[in-house]
């Protein structure tokens, strides 16, 4: 099996590249499980700290480029997580940009796997930012699509892209809707969410952090592993249990910030949690004031995609996963 994952040097798609190499094969519901022969990253920026593994190949390019993407995508490919994207934030500074990568970027993808004739899976990463405007307190499956932003946008037309390639037989799509993924490692992005994971991942690194939010905001999270093994499950899901809708929201877990920082205190100390820094930022505060606070996933549920439990799995899951089980 020859698997393509685009943004592969991205924060997602190294995780996702780490898993898929340690698995012992790949089973596609319904059919034999299959070794997995073939893993290309395809990213325009250079990679770094991957496992050493034969059956792994890099690639640089722009998603942009139809041809280059043309060239990625061969006969042989079976499968394309298509992660490649500007984040939310950088899309808004720069509407050019945003449209090109995020939107013809997809487009792109999904005109080389219709060229394979082969109807190959995809599965394309999506966002909970295609909601917006008058938020419920309670997200549905049934909610309509109203982004508030050039980003979110963006991915709601990739959506619809994906469905109807699906809906044609081109490609075998699935859309996953993220929720924000908490605790991201490395240094903070251009995400305006990205003071989300620096509340968690400074402190316990020994540094401080800046919140710009007030305590009682509320964010609806995941985390890095549930994340890459709903990526997972995805690929293995039969198409058909999509019915005529290829995008799904995730399951996450809704948590204020106030709790975030009892949560850190409880698992790492009070000194800790006291590394956070309270410096209320309207313009990001009135961002985050428009974010889905909660979603009912009963749709993804249903189909085997669960969310973590609580935030303090999630942060022993960072400790676990980033500082080799050491808080500084
Ligand atoms: N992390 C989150 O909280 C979150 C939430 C919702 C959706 N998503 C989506 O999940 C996906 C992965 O997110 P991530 O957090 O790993 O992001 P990331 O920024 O770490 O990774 C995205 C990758 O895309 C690459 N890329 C950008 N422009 C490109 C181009 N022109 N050609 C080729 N590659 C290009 C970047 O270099 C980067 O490595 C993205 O599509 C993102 O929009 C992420």
């Known amino acids: 099996m020859h698997i393509v994952i685009t943004g592969g040097a991205g924060f997602i798609g190294k995780k996702l590249a780490a898993t898929l190499l340690a698995s012992d094969g790949i089973e596609l519901q319904g059919m034999p499980k299959r070794r997995l022969d073939r893993l290309t ?20 390019g722009d998603i942009t480029n139809a041809d280059q993407v ?24 720069d509407f050019d940009l945003g449209v090109a990568v995020n939107l013809d970027g997809t487009r792109h993808v999904l005109e080389a796997c219709r060229h394979l004739g082969s109807s190959p899976r995809v599965i394309f990463a999506s966002s909970v ?21 050039s980003y979110g946008a963006q991915k709601a037309a990739g959506e619809l892209l994906v469905n109807d390639y699906s809906r044609k037989g081109f490609v075998d799509g699935r859309a996953l809707r993220l929720p924000t993924i908490v605790v991201r490692p490395g240094k903070p992005n251009k995400a305006a969410s990205t003071f989300a994971s620096s509340i968690i991942r400074e402190p316990l690194a020994g540094e401080p952090a800046i919140c710009p939010v007030s305590r009682d905001s509320v ?29 799904l929201t995730l399951p996450g877990i809704s948590v204020s910030i106030g709790e975030v920082e009892a949560a850190l205190a409880r698992v790492a100390g009070r000194h800790v ?14 961002i985050v004031s428009g974010w889905l606070p909660a979603f009912d ?10 969310a973590d439990e609580t935030i303090d799995e999630i942060i022993h899951a960072h400790i676990e996963d980033e500082l080799g089980g050491e808080i500084r």
């Open 70 to 93: 043309r060239a990625l995508i061969d006969d042989n490919v079976d499968a394309v997580f298509h992660l490649a994207a500007i984040v939310s934030a950088n899309a808004e500074a």
């Open 273 to 286: 949690a006291d590394r956070i820094e309270w410096k209320p930022d309207d313009h990001i505060q009135r």
């Open 41 to 60: 990253l395809f990213d325009v920026v250079e990679a770094d700290g991957l496992p050493a593994d034969q059956r792994l190949q890099v690639r640089a």
């Open 297 to 306: 996933a009963v749709r993804a549920k249903s189909m085997g995609f669960a």
């Open 129 to 149: 930012a295609v909601y917006g405007g008058h938020m419920p307190k309670m997200g549905h499956d049934d909610m309509w699509l109203n982004p508030q932003t």
């Open 219 to 247: 964010m609806y999270i995941l985390s890095p592993r549930r994340v890459v093994e709903a990526f997972v499950h995805a690929l293995t899901l039969p198409g058909d249990i999509f019915g005529p809708a290829r995008m």
